[in-house]
């Protein structure tokens, strides 16, 4: 019988060897330069449809991220999380993979959603947490959800949505289901227990999901260099035994090719890739934030010059599959559906404070019922201090 090694190989050296950073060439596919220009032989696999619909899709996201911003600042919802810059890391990635995959991502991934159907009047429901809202007003703005178009709810923690995607993923495959889980998060959320507790569990069970690492260089005010000493988080994977692919974040066609190609691996071999994803935050971490404290406006400026929409409409106004005309046109549609459906939504009544507390247990428990009936005396006795629509409900 032969000895178990306990690895995946064995070789032997006889002088001490140190193994460090830079050993593995860790290369990034990019497919577009940042002025749209095709780099290398290849015509990218994909059709003119879909790369229109991407473009849409990221202009949709990057209209509804400044119209919420304003919002926010007008006091009209309480907090936004913008994706300003990273537009095609969600959406070109979601594309990539079928509507029946599961997709589990952070807070900055509203391009997936609206990938998917999300429509601008969902959104907006959300933000102001009225009626119409699935979470009847329990969450904070952008924590969306939507079990038709299989999209799990954000939550905030920082990566409990890993091993959970892990486990979804493992349950696709025991279920004998075509589909996938695609799972976004930052590289700060990389930090945390969870994102090694899910990819060692992903690689070990065979986990068909893709883990998608959006590395846009910042964990809130934390630069990726305070935050890791490693070549990124593509590095890891490998550490995992997980198939890694590194990818221009800001370049939709790398993106789109590099997530199809991983899917079919995670369905071919049914087991876990992980993506990671070069690109930059240009928007503030949050609507609670101001960048100018920690990083220079020159640092800023060299990532506008990637801007994945404007690389992107470079290449298909190239390639003859842009109409300029009816794309204006378009843009400005969009900017009148996401102002109407943001004054529609914003008239429309909130949930009853006791939705706060009913339908999370089967009986509401003491110390939420105490809670409740303080928070309303706490309404009464500053009714100035709170909106609208929540006086109403009293
Ligand atoms: C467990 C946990 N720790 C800390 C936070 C506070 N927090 C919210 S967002 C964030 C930064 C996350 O950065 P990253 O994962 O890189 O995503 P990005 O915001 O850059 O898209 C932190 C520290 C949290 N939400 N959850």
Not at 157 to 170: E, V
Not at 221 to 245: H, L, M, V
Not at 277 to 297: C, E, I, V
Not at 370 to 377: N, P
Request: proline letters at 5%.
């Amino acid at each position: 019988m032969q000895d178990r090694n306990h690895v995946a190989s064995v070789s032997t050296t006889h002088q001490v060897r140190i193994i460090e950073n830079g050993l593995l060439e860790i290369p990034m596919l990019q497919i577009l330069s940042p002025d749209g220009v095709i780099q290398g032989q290849d015509e990218p696999t994909i059709d003119e449809s879909t790369a229109q619909r991407i473009l849409e899709t990221m202009l949709f996201t990057r209209i509804l991220d400044e119209r919420m911003v304003s919002a926010q600042r007008q006091g009209r919802i309480s907090f936004y999380l913008a994706s300003t810059g990273e537009e095609a890391a969600s959406v070109a990635s979601a594309a990539a993979i079928s509507d029946q995959d599961m997709i589990m991502s952070q807070y900055r991934e509203q391009g997936a959603l609206a990938w998917r159907g999300y429509t601008p009047a969902q959104f907006m429901d959300q933000m102001f947490s009225n009626h119409n809202d699935p979470n009847k007003g329990r969450q904070m703005p952008i924590h969306y959800g939507d079990k038709p178009l299989n999209f799990m709810t954000i939550s905030s923690p920082l990566a409990t949505q890993i091993p959970q995607a892990a486990g979804f993923a493992y349950g696709q495959k025991m279920a004998g289901l075509d589909a996938i889980t695609l799972c976004y998060f930052g590289e700060g959320a990389a930090s945390e227990g969870d994102f090694h507790a899910g990819l060692n569990m992903a690689a070990v069970l065979a986990c068909p999901v893709i883990f998608l690492c959006r590395n846009n260089g910042y964990a809130i005010s934390t630069p990726a260099e305070e935050q890791f000493a490693g070549d990124g988080i593509a590095s890891r994977g490998i550490g995992y035994g997980i198939k890694t692919i590194r990818v221009d974040g800001n370049d939709p066609l790398a993106v789109y090719a590099a997530t199809a190609h991983a899917r079919d691996i995670a369905i071919k071999h049914a087991c876990p890739v992980l993506i990671e994803a070069m690109t930059y935050r240009l928007a503030a971490h949050s609507t609670s934030d101001d960048p100018s404290g920690y990083r220079s406006k020159k640092e800023e400026a060299n990532w506008q010059r990637k801007d994945p929409i404007v690389r992107f409409t470079a290449w298909l106004k190239r390639k003859g599959w842009l109409d300029e005309d009816s794309l204006a046109k378009n843009e400005s549609a969009m900017r009148q559906t996401v102002l109407t459906a943001l004054k529609a939504a914003e008239k429309e009544p909130i949930n009853p404070i006791d939705d706060l507390v009913t339908d999370v247990f089967d009986h509401v428990p003491w110390h939420l019922k105490e809670q409740i009936t303080a928070l309303k005396h706490h309404i009464q006795k500053y009714p100035d201090a709170y909106p609208k629509t929540a006086e109403r409900q009293q």
